[in-house]
T-cell receptor
Framework: GAVVSQHPSRVICKSGTSVKIECRSLDFQATTMFWYRQFPKQSLMLMATSNEGSKATYEQGVEKDKFLINHASLTLSTLTVTSAHPEDSSFYIC???????????FGDGTRLSIL | SQQGEEDPQALSIQEGENATMNCSYKTSINNLQWYRQNSGRGLVHLILIRSNEREKHSGRLRVTLDTSKKSSSLLITASRAADTASYFCATGANSKLTFGKGITLSVRP
């Protein structure tokens, strides 16, 4: 099946640091990728839809200047958490979609801990 | 915003038993999908059922969809300890997914 690689799997850093998370589709071209945030024992909340070659579409309440998304190629989307603070600590998961009525393929997630 | 609501929130069964999980949603959908998540990992796609389908099978999985009641069920037959995980239903509309809160399934060996 389709494989999505997410890196890094775990980040621990000081408050004020900016953190970049990469999401790669390894065996297919993904024109659309999605970024989710998941709190412990809770559901996935869609943060933004990343479109190759254009600006990301952010969900209501998600700060676009805080969570910078770049989708420069058909196989790579990046999420940068700028000037991260402890409240940004969470599990971030990306996925790549193949279109309507197709499943999304998920990365293994990134556990972000801000001290 | 969350749309799918799974029921029950937690389920504990003995290995070999069947597990039934339910999901309800509120708005129109193109499809409904079920995913599994092992602790601390990403989601694994299990099965997708389109809005014009009523039932679908994949191995030990059986999914039903009732669009008139806006509900779906996932049945796992002959459960195994390895089925222990969180299960999420997600409604698909225009390529985006909206996830429910999830069901924690524990299968006792």
């Amino acid at each position: 099946g389709a494989v999505v690689s997410q890196h890094p799997s775990r980040v621990i850093c000081k408050s004020g640091t900016s953190v970049k998370i990469e999401c790669r589709s390894l065996d297919f071209q993904a024109t659309t990728m999605f970024w989710y945030r998941q709190f412990p024992k809770q559901s996935l909340m869609l943060m933004a839809t990343s479109n190759e070659g254009s600006k990301a579409t952010y969900e209501q309440g998600v700060e676009k200047d805080k969570f910078l998304i770049n989708h420069a190629s058909l196989t790579l989307s990046t999420l940068t958490v700028t000037s991260a603070h402890p409240e940004d600590s969470s599990f971030y998961i990306c996925s790549a979609g193949a279109g309507v009525n197709q499943p999304q393929h998920f990365g293994d997630g990134t556990r972000l801990s801000i001290l | 915003s969350q749309q799918g609501e799974e029921d029950p929130q937690a389920l504990s069964i003995q290995e070999g038993e069947n597990a039934t999980m339910n999901c309800s949603y509120k708005t129109s959908i193109n499809n409904l999908q079920w995913y599994r998540q092992n602790s601390g990992r990403g989601l694994v796609h299990l099965i997708l059922i389109r809005s014009n389908e009523r039932e679908k099978h994949s191995g030990r999985l059986r999914v039903t969809l009732d669009t008139s009641k806006k509900s779906s069920s996932l049945l796992i037959t002959a459960s195994r300890a390895a089925d222990t995980a969180s299960y999420f239903c997600a409604t698909g509309a225009n390529s985006k997914l909206t996830f429910g809160k999830g069901i924690t399934l524990s299968v006792r060996p």
